[in-house]
Every structure is written in C-alpha cells, then in structure tokens.
C-alpha cells in the first residue's frame, strides 16, 4: 500500500496550489483520506480529511473557507485545493489513509502515510 503526494511548491501569498495524493491498493477507494502539515519546527497538525464519499469532511480552523478536499475514487486520488495562501502554510503536507468508519482530527487516527510534499508560500 502506496501513498504518493505531489503538487507542492513556491507560491506567493494569495495564490493557490492544488495537491494530489494517489493510492495504491484497490480497498483503498474507500478509506477515509486526509491531509496533515508539518511546519518546520512544530509539530504534525490536521489540515483535512474527508470519508469516501466526500458526505463527510472535516477541517482545521485555520483552513476553512481557502482550502477544499475532494477525491476521484475511480483514481484512487484525494486533492486539496488551497486558495489565499498565507506564508503560515508554509509546511510539508502529507497525506495519508484509514480504515476507519469515522473522519478523524488526528494522526492517530490514520495508519497508512504518504510522503511529503514541500508548499512555500512567499511573502
């Protein structure tokens, strides 16, 4: 089981990315798909999560209103648009999956990572 992100990069502040998360693993369709932030320095934080269906998502507070999850699960995908970007996105955001029934707020909550991707926003 594979979780490859992509899609990061240099932006300036207002501008927007779009990350892409692909999974291997044909029961991964369902699982519950997220995406976490790590800024240099701090700790790992939700960022947001979303069940298969998309019925069901969640998002930190600092990110509601400018970032939007979706996914194509005939592709197995999660994206996360990211719109206004502020230099406090600045982070390595990771995806990752869970089995589970329930969208969960924490790393914890998700068993399957993927690897990084760098976002830059400049001031």
């Known amino acids: 089981v594979q979780l490859q992100a992509s899609g990061g990069g240099l932006v300036q502040a207002g501008g927007s990315l779009r990350l892409s998360c692909a999974a291997s693993?044909?029961?991964?369709?369902?699982?519950?798909k997220g995406w976490f932030r790590q800024a240099p320095g701090k700790e790992r934080e939700f960022v947001s999560a979303s069940n298969w269906s998309g019925g069901s998502t969640e998002y930190a507070d600092s990110v509601k209103g400018r970032f939007t999850i979706s996914r194509d699960n005939a592709k197995n995908t999660v994206y996360l648009q990211m719109n206004s970007l502020k230099p406090e996105d600045t982070a390595v955001y990771y995806c990752?999956?869970?089995?589970?029934?329930?969208?969960?707020?924490?790393?914890?909550?998700?068993?399957?990572w993927g690897q990084g991707t760098l976002v830059t926003v400049s001031s």
């Open positions: 693993g044909r029961t991964f369709s369902r699982a519950i």
């Open positions: 990752a999956a869970s089995s589970g029934f329930v969208v969960g707020t924490t790393e914890y909550d998700y068993a399957y």
